[in-house]
C-alpha cells in the first residue's frame, strides 16, 4: 500500500462470526507461518531487489510449488524486472584545486545532465571567462537581479549560459552562488532532460571559500564528469492453476516492503535506520495469497483459470504489477478480473469492516459481491478502479478488479507493523468471503469493464495547486508521463489525457517528478498558464487554470 486516502461509498448490514472449523484453525496456523516468516527481521523488511527479498520469493516459490501451481514467470516461478534507481555520481568524477581533491556530493557535484568526459586540466582563475578553458560563473547576481520575479527558473538559466559558454569554447562550467539567496541546485537522480554539451559542475560555497578564496588568483584545476545509472533487480513471482478455461481470474499481492526506509517512504523520517516488517503491508496479503491458491486448487469450480501473482516494488510506485501487465505471462484480452489483497490484516474486531475497492469497475460486482453467506465483517465499497496499490495496473488494461483492504492504522510505514498485531481470524474471514465472491462469479461468464472515477493518490496536500494528474513513478524519459487525471481537474479541463508527457509548465521546463514539484510550487490557486505535453510523436500545448 502506497497512499493514504480512500472514501467509501455504502454500509452493508452486520453479520457474525462463526465458530472454527478444522481445516478453518488450520488456515489460520498456515497463515501465522507465513506472515511469522516474511514478516521477521531476518528478511531485512523486504525491500525490491535486496537479498531479504530474494528470500521472500524463495518461501512464496516454494510455496506455490508444494500447492502444485504451475510456474508461470518467466523463470520458474520468477518474473525478474530492473528497478532504475535513477542516475548516481560516479566514483570517477573529479573536482581538483591545486592538488586538493574535492569531495563529491558535498564540496561539488557535476549536474545530472552533465555528459560524461575525460580529465579536463587548467590554470585559471573564477572571474576569468575565456574560450577553451573550463569556465566559473557565479549566480549570485542573477539571483538577486531575479529575487522579486516569482517566476525565475534558475535552472532554465543556467542552460542559456551553458550555451554561451558552449558557444564561445567552453570545455566545461562550474556554477557557484556568492550570494545568500538559495538557488535550490541540487543533484536530480530523476533528471531525465537533455545532456547538456559540456560537462557542468556545481561548487559549494563552503567549497568554494576554502579552494578559490580569491577570483583573481589563477588555480590549477583538474575536471571529470562521470555519472552511471543505477539499476536493482527484483521480481515477481507468478503461479498458475491451468483449468482449460477460455478466461482467467487473477489474484495479487504484493510482497515486498520498505526495508530499512532507504527509499523515504517510511512514516518515520528522523534519519533513524529500523527495519520495517510489513506484517501487515503486506505480509499479511501475501499469506493470503498462498492460501487462497490452496483453496482453489481444491475448489470444484473450473469455469475460469487462476494465476497467482506475488508483486514485488509495489512500495515504490507499483512497479511489479506495471512491469507484469506490460508483460503478461498469459493473454491479458482473457483476464476476466483481478482480485487484489493489500494490507488484509488489522480487520478491527470493535467497527469489523472491510473495505472492498474496485466496486465499480464491473455492473457485475454488485451482483456477484454480495453474498448471502455470513460474512463476520461489514463491507464498505468504494467504486474506484484506481487507488495506491497493485489493481491500478489492471484497472488502466480495462480488466475488472476488486480490492480488500482492512483499513490504515498507526503502524502503517511504520518499523511496528508486526506479526503479533495481526488478526489472523479476520484474514480467514476475508479469504472465505474471497472464494465465494470466486464462486458466486462463476455463473457469470467474462466480465464486462466499467470506468470509474480516478482515485486521486498524489501528495497534493503539500503544494497550494495540483494539476490533478495521477504520474507514472515507473517512468525514466523526459518529463512527467500521466498515468490518469482525475474527473473535473484542472488537467482532464486543460484537455489533458493519461499517457501524455508532461514537459513544460508556462516557462518551465518538467525533466523529472521533481522538477515537476518544484515547479508547480510556483503557481497559486487561480492562475492560468500553458501546459506543454508529448503525445505520441505530437507536442501540444493547453491553456490550464489552477
Ligand atoms: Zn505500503
Redesign the pocket.
Known amino acids: 500500500?502506497?497512499i493514504l486516502l480512500l472514501f467509501f461509498v455504502f454500509l452493508s448490514p452486520a453479520t457474525y462470526a462463526q465458530k472454527l472449523s478444522k481445516s478453518d484453525r488450520a488456515i489460520v496456523a498456515d497463515l501465522k507461518t507465513h506472515v511469522g516468516y516474511l514478516a521477521d527481521d531476518k528478511l531485512e523488511g523486504r525491500r525490491a531487489g535486496s537479498p531479504g527479498e530474494k528470500q521472500a520469493i524463495g518461501y512464496i516459490s516454494a510455496q506455490f510449488q508444494s500447492i502444485g501451481l504451475s510456474p508461470k514467470g518467466t523463470a520458474g516461478f520468477g518474473q525478474p524486472f530492473e528497478i532504475n534507481e535513477g542516475k548516481q555520481i560516479q566514483s570517477g568524477s573529479v573536482f581538483i584545486v591545486n592538488g586538493h581533491e574535492l569531495k563529491a556530493g558535498t564540496d561539488y557535484f557535476p549536474l545530472s545532465y552533465s555528459p560524461n568526459s575525460s580529465v579536463i586540466e587548467a590554470v585559471v582563475s573564477p572571474s576569468l571567462a575565456e574560450g577553451g578553458q573550463p569556465w566559473f560563473k557565479d549566480l549570485g547576481d542573477i539571483l538577486i537581479n531575479n529575487k522579486d520575479n516569482p517566476h525565475f527558473d534558475v535552472s532554465a538559466q543556467m542552460r542559456t549560459e551553458i550555451k554561451n559558454a558552449t558557444d564561445k569554447g567552453a570545455k566545461a562550467i562550474v556554477f557557484f552562488n556568492t550570494s545568500n539567496l538559495p538557488d535550490g541546485i541540487r543533484f536530480d537522480a530523476r533528471d531525465g532532460s537533455e545532456k547538456a554539451s559540456i560537462p557542468v559542475f556545481y561548487l559549494s560555497s563552503a567549497a568554494r571559500t576554502k579552494f578559490l578564496p580569491d577570483p583573481a588568483t589563477a588555480y590549477d584545476v583538474k575536471l571529470k564528469s562521470d555519472i552511471g545509472v543505477k539499476q536493482r533487480t527484483a521480481s515477481n513471482v507468478v503461479g498458475y492453476i491451468d483449468n482449460g478455461a477460455a478466461t482467467t481470474i487473477i489474484f495479487g499481492a504484493h510482497f515486498d516492503?520498505l526495508g530499512y526506509g532507504e527509499d523515504g517512504n517510511s512514516m518515520i523520517r528522523d534519519g533513524s535506520r529500523n527495519i520495517h516488517n510489513g506484517a501487515d503491508?503486506?505480509a499479511s496479503g501475501t499469506a493470503a495469497l498462498i492460501e487462497l491458491a490452496k483453496l482453489m486448487k481444491k475448489s470444484k469450480s473450473k469455469q475460469n483459470n487462476y494465476l497467482f501473482i506475488a508483486f514485488s516494488g509495489e512500495?515504490l510506485g507499483l512497479f511489479g504489477s506495471k512491469y507484469f501487465v506490460d508483460h503478461p505471462t498469459i493473454e491479458l484480452k482473457a483476464v476476466n478480473f483481478m482480485v487484489n489483497m493489500d494490507m488484509v490484516g488489522r480487520l478491527s474486531d470493535s467497527s469489523k469492516t472491510v473495505t472492498v475497492g474496485g466496486f465499480g469497475t464491473s455492473p457485475s460486482w454488485a451482483s456477484i459481491v454480495t453474498t448471502n453467506k455470513k460474512t463476520g465483517f461489514h463491507v464498505k465499497y468504494d467504486s474506484s478502479g484506481t487507488g495506491p496499490s497493485d489493481h491500478t495496473s489492471f484497472y488502466r488494461k480495462d480488466i475488472p478488479v476488486l480490492f480488500f483492504f482492512t483499513g490504515l492504522h498507526s503502524d502503517y510505514?511504520k518499523p511496528s507493523d508486526d506479526a503479533d498485531k495481526i488478526n489472523y481470524t479476520g484474514e480467514l474471514l476475508i479469504i472465505k468471503y474471497i472464494s465465494t465472491v470466486v464462486d458466486n462469479s462463476k455463473s457469470a461468464g467474462k466480465l464486462a469493464f466499467t470506468k470509474t472515477r480516478e482515485q486521486q493518490t498524489g501528495t497534493s496536500a503539500r503544494f497550494t495547486v495540483s494539476m490533478g494528474i495521477m504520474p507514472d513513478y515507473t517512468f525514466s524519459g523526459a518529463g512527467v508521463r500521466v498515468d490518469g487525471v482525475s474527473e473535473g481537474r484542472a488537467a482532464q479541463k486543460a484537455g489533458l489525457k493519461a499517457g501524455d508527457i508532461v514537459t513544460q509548465l508556462g516557462e518551465h521546463k518538467v525533466t523529472s517528478l521533481e522538477s515537476y514539484m518544484q515547479t508547480l510550487s510556483k503557481f497559486k490557486k487561480g492562475d492560468s498558464t500553458k501546459v506543454t505535453v508529448k503525445r505520441g510523436q505530437e507536442e501540444l500545448s493547453f491553456d490550464i487554470v489552477f
Open positions: 500500500m502506497r516492503h503491508d503486506n512500495e510505514h
